[in-house]
């Protein structure tokens, strides 16, 4: 599953590099990636279970990844609209950490099982997800295309 994992990685690195390139939008494309890169450094060095490089590292990628769809938002509410390939992949991210903190509910009814780093971080990035969730459901699966018409 490592090997599929990276494999997809690879790939979806070099389509965005290489193959959809020009389909950069630069003009409303303007988040400033400093804003979310430094304070998840910070907290990673901050708040780990273990200061070791491979810990803090770990606990970097958990904090990224819980902030890391808000460039992908801000671009959204910049525009006011989406494609509907763009909505519906933002959904199925969405619904995969749902998924993921009914697991860790589960884990902790059955195992005690808790890992407060893992689970506040899912828990934020479920939140910024919740905005868009309520738009997809009203819009898009109305067949209607996205349109934002205030801010996330």
Same mark, same amino acid.
């Given at each position: 599953?490592?090997?599929?994992? @990276?494999?997809?990685?690879?790939? =979806?690195?070099?389509? %965005? ?5 020009? =389909? ?8 400033? +990636? ?10 990673? $060095?901050?708040? #780990?279970? #273990? ?21 992908? +938002? ?12 763009? =909505?519906?992949?933002?959904? $199925?991210?969405? +619904? ?6 009914? #697991? ?7 195992? #005690? ?12 990035? *479920?939140?910024?997800?919740?905005? $868009?969730?309520?738009?997809?459901? *009203? ?8 349109? @934002?018409?205030?801010? %996330?």
């Amino acid at each position: 599953m490592k090997v599929i994992f @990276l494999l997809c990685a690879y790939v =979806t690195v070099y389509m %965005i590099y290489g193959k959809f390139r020009k =389909t950069f939008d630069s003009e409303n494309d303007t988040f400033r +990636l400093e804003f979310l890169l430094v304070p998840v450094i910070g907290l990673s $060095f901050l708040e #780990n279970y #273990n200061f070791t490089p491979l810990e803090i590292l770990w606990t970097f990628s958990i904090y990224l990844e819980s902030v890391a769809i808000l460039p992908q +938002l801000f671009m959204i509410s910049k525009t006011g609209e989406a494609e509907t390939i763009t =909505t519906h992949y933002l959904f $199925f991210l969405g +619904l995969y950490r749902a998924l993921y903190l009914a #697991n860790w509910i589960r884990r902790y009814q059955t195992e #005690n099982f808790y890992d407060q780093i893992a689970v506040v971080s899912g828990v934020v990035q *479920t939140i910024f997800y919740c905005d $868009f969730f309520y738009l997809y459901v *009203t819009k898009v699966l109305k067949g209607k295309k996205l349109s @934002l018409p205030m801010p %996330i």
